[in-house]
């Protein structure tokens, strides 16, 4: 039996976090005027859930033995999370459990055929991840789109490009990501929802504490327990060559092997914008260096 992590502390931030969100008028509970902090208090959680208290404080301490799906489901609804924050209590509390484990395997690369899949999108940048967001795989496209990630030489270890540790700690990341509070919010919370998931990971806690150690934005995020399991929306950058881009990505999970992590992410323009035209000039300064490299192999 695999010895299970110690993740009390990640439990009892988060579901004191989210308790400290919620006004008693949220509710339907009188506001009161001696509340010495904001949110409702532990006791009011536990009526809501239609547990005792003694067993509420139980659980906000880490402790989840013996709770049931039921419980959980009720201490949800009590504190009104939204659908990922409910994913991500029950990964938590998962992760708790003593279980027989399958031993985490050793991170792989991709399948040919993915990567064949990649170089066939020849007007979308795409990229496959794994849950340390650290880029596995790419098409010449989202090499070139994200060049200033690749070229950053303090930021990449062994020639592998990670978004998280780009976008705190490399300061052209600021410059390159037009709304870089957003991007660092949503980085931070990918993180927090892959430590809940696998908390045995060592790299991705190594990850954590180097992101920790060096940027306070990190730490503040890392903090607040925001989560995020879906990778979808709109990005704006600064491309240094190409210019501003308004651009929409999407991911979805690639089926690997058991315990493996693998996210593609694609980015388009909308179709007839300057978006398109610069993301398509773009695509054509990428098509030469791939032929370049295919023609010397």
Known sequence: MDKQPDNRADIRDFLASRRAKLR??????????????????????????????????????????????????????????????????FELARAARPTRRAPRRAEVGVAPSVQWLLDSMTLSAAFVSNGRLDVVASNPLGRALHSPMFASASTTLNGQANFARFHFLEPAA?????????????????????????????SLRELVGELSTLSPEFRTLWASHDIRFRHEGVKRLRHPMAGELELTYQSLTL???????????????????????????????????????????
């Open 24 to 89: 008693p008028e949220q509710v339907g509970l009188p506001a009161g005027s001696r509340r010495r902090v904001p949110g409702l208090r532990r006791e009011e959680v536990a009526v809501l859930a239609g547990v005792s208290t003694e067993w509420y404080a139980r659980l906000e301490k880490g402790n989840t033995s013996g709770v049931s799906d039921d419980v959980l489901k009720a201490v949800s609804r009590a504190l009104q999370l939204g659908e990922e924050e409910c994913l991500y209590l």
């Open 255 to 297: 089926p690997t092997l058991p315990r493996a992590v693998h996210s593609l992410s694609v980015y388009t323009a909308e179709p007839g914008t300057t978006h398109e035209e610069r993301l398509q000039l773009l695509a054509s300064w990428a098509a030469p260096v791939q032929q370049t490299v295919e023609t010397k192999n």
């Open 174 to 202: 600021r410059e390159f990501v037009v709304d870089w509070e957003a991007g660092a919010a949503a980085t931070a919370a990918l993180l927090r929802a892959e430590a809940g998931r696998d908390p045995n990971n060592r």
